[in-house]
């Protein structure tokens, strides 16, 4: 089992480096040449730079069991295709019974805004939504071992 982060601006790379070193378990950091990034107890993979480049070579190294950490609901999808465990950013683990709602909702919010609609971003991150995926993501690396 190994962890592969989507690490364009991912906010919890540390979080899940601290987790996986007590657990001794291998991290994947992919970026592309615009996020670049490098952490001890980490390998970083960096690829060009162009649209779901990055998400298309992870999702090319991940293998059954694996856990990929991301906020993209498409690579989201792809790893669970691949029966990899799929967790978000904030903790929320992606089931085959969530991913076509979300990506239903990603794909309407895309068609709002093509149309001239405007969304409000994210809040901002909270210490809580930090615990709530160091929780998850400890939870799953206990039960998986």
Known sequence: MKILIDADGCPVVDIAL?????????????????????RDG?????????ADSADFYLVNQVDAGDIVVTQDYGLAAMALAKQAIALSQ?????????????????HTARRFRRGGGRLKG????????????????????????
Do not use: S, W
Request: charged residues 35%; proline residues 1%; hydrophobic residues 40%.
């Open 122 to 145: 994210p809040a901002k991150r909270t210490k809580a939504q930090d615990e709530a995926f160091r929780k998850a993501l400890c939870e799953i690396l206990d039960t998986e071992e």
């Open 42 to 50: 980490a390998r970083t993979i960096t690829v060009d730079k162009g």
């Open 18 to 38: 601290a987790c996986a070193k007590k657990r001794g378990v291998r991290v994947l950091l992919i970026c592309d040449t615009a996020h670049e990034l490098q």
């Open 90 to 106: 904030n903790g929320m683990r992606y089931t085959a019974d969530n991913i076509d709602a979300l990506l239903l909702a990603r």
